[in-house]
């Protein structure tokens, strides 16, 4: 299973950015997606996340009305629609995808069985 994140770049506050996550080997409409962000000196924070078979996603407080989950299953593609972008927003954002976590632990990084390799988002005042 691969997972390929992308679409991270600089831009500057109260702008958008749409990030993808690409799956091969897994299918995302039978698995938990989620987003997570890592910025600098800082833990791997909670962004975003669908469960699987459950297409209402559930957002971090710091993003929510302000970035949306969306997917394609033609495409087998997550996106991430980040908009009014925020200094505090800058960050390397990762998927993750896994068909069997449980809700409880679907907000913990650490407890995916596949994750993205992350891409840089920058975001200057």
């Known amino acids: 299973v691969q997972l390929q994140a992308s ?23 039978s698995a938990t997606v989620g987003w997570f962000r ?11 996340r669908r469960l699987r078979y459950n297409s209402n996603p559930n957002y971090a407080d710091s993003v929510k ?26 960050a390397v954002y990762y ?4 068909s069997r976590i449980i809700q409880s632990s679907s907000t913990q990084l650490s407890r995916y069985s596949y994750k993205g390799q992350g ?3 920058t975001v200057s005042s």
């Open 7 to 29: 679409g991270g770049g600089l831009v500057r506050a109260g702008g958008s950015l749409r990030l993808s996550c690409a799956a091969s080997g897994l299918t995302f409409s």
């Open 38 to 48: 890592q910025a600098p000196g800082k833990e791997h924070e909670f962004v975003a």
């Open 65 to 90: 009305g302000r970035f949306t989950i969306s997917w394609d299953n033609a495409k087998n593609t997550v996106y991430l629609q980040m908009n009014s972008l925020k200094p505090e927003d800058t």
């Open 95 to 98: 998927c993750a995808a896994d």
């Open 119 to 121: 891409t840089q988002v």
